[in-house]
Structures are given as structure tokens and as C-alpha cells.
């Protein structure tokens, strides 16, 4: 047997709750008004806050001292990201040093989770998550990112060098 009671009387007085939520929106928006200086707000297109060294931001694919990609297509960084937004396509490289290289390198930007994974992977310092956090665009099309984009986009001024050097890597046997 179930017993159902009256709701109590102050449950009807939902109004109180409504204009004391509206009095301290109020107050808070009349101190921030009269103290700008101690919001914790930033002015975004005036001022731009400056992320640490360890934020993740966009993807980058490094370049070799020559400027080609540094990525081998190992495959170890589309098998390691959870999120499956890297796609890449392989082919044997016309120097028999070299076993293989990426024909295509895409990454959906709108599918990444920006957890570094990718990054991590990365045997050859092929991929890294820059410090741009920035990415506008109109349509799917300008979030799915190719070699292009992600080695020799203007603000990376013709790609990023790799840490690791060739020379050093020559002379270890790897």
C-alpha cells in the first residue's frame, strides 16, 4: 500500500527561488561591472591567453632538414587513438632506405578527442600536438585535415623540424 502525501504548501512557492536566482545574477553582474579589473575574464580578441607548454593543441606532422614528412606510416598512431579519426595510406618509397611512406594522411579534427595518444605512438617524432588552439572553418571539409594542412600550413612556416635527427639515427643502426 502505497501513500501518496500533499505536496507541502512551500512547494508551490517556486517564485522565491526564481527571484533570488535573478537577485544574485544581478549583484554579481553590478560588482563585475564597477571591478572589470578583477574579473577573471579575458577580452579575447584584444587579449589571448597563453597556454602552458604541455597544452594540446593542433596536430602537426614534423619535416625532415630536406622538408619532406618525417612520418613513416607505421600505423602506430591511427591504432593507437581511441577516438579512429586517423586514416592514413601507404606506399613503398623509390630510395631503397626508406621501406615506406604516407600517400595520405588524414586526420578529422572533429572526431579527435586532443588526448595525445597519437603523439605519444609515434616512434619518429612524426606527429606532435602543437600549441594553436584555434581552428575555424565553415563545413566538415576544413576540419578534415590532410599532409597539407598538417605539415605546411602557412603559420608553421614551412613545417616543423623533427627532434630527432637522421644523422643520429643513421649512426645508431635504427
Not at 23 to 51: G, S
Not at 66 to 90: E, K, Q, Y
Amino acid at each position: 500500500m502505497s501513500i501518496v502525501k500533499k505536496p507541502d504548501w512551500k512547494a508551490n512557492w517556486y517564485l522565491i527561488g526564481i527571484f533570488s536566482g535573478l537577485w544574485f545574477t544581478l549583484k554579481t553582474m553590478v560588482i563585475n561591472i564597477f571591478n572589470k579589473d578583477k574579473m577573471p575574464t579575458v577580452n579575447y580578441p584584444e587579449e589571448k591567453y597563453e597556454y602552458g607548454p604541455r597544452f594540446k593543441g593542433n596536430h602537426v606532422l614534423t619535416v625532415k632538414k630536406d622538408g619532406s614528412v618525417r612520418c613513416t606510416a607505421c600505423m602506430l598512431c591511427a591504432t593507437n587513438c581511441p577516438a579512429n579519426c586517423i586514416t592514413i595510406a601507404a606506399a613503398e618509397h623509390e630510395d631503397p632506405t626508406v621501406e615506406k611512406y604516407p600517400i595520405s594522411y588524414e586526420i578529422d579534427i572533429l572526431r579527435c578527442v586532443f588526448c595525445g595518444f597519437c603523439e605519444e605512438a609515434c616512434p619518429v617524432d612524426a606527429i606532435r600536438m602543437g600549441p594553436e588552439w584555434q581552428t575555424p572553418g565553415l563545413g566538415h571539409q576544413d576540419f578534415h585535415y590532410d599532409i597539407q594542412k598538417l605539415a605546411y600550413r602557412a603559420n608553421l612556416k614551412g613545417g616543423v623540424l623533427s627532434r630527432v635527427d637522421d644523422e643520429e639515427r643513421h649512426h645508431a643502426g635504427i
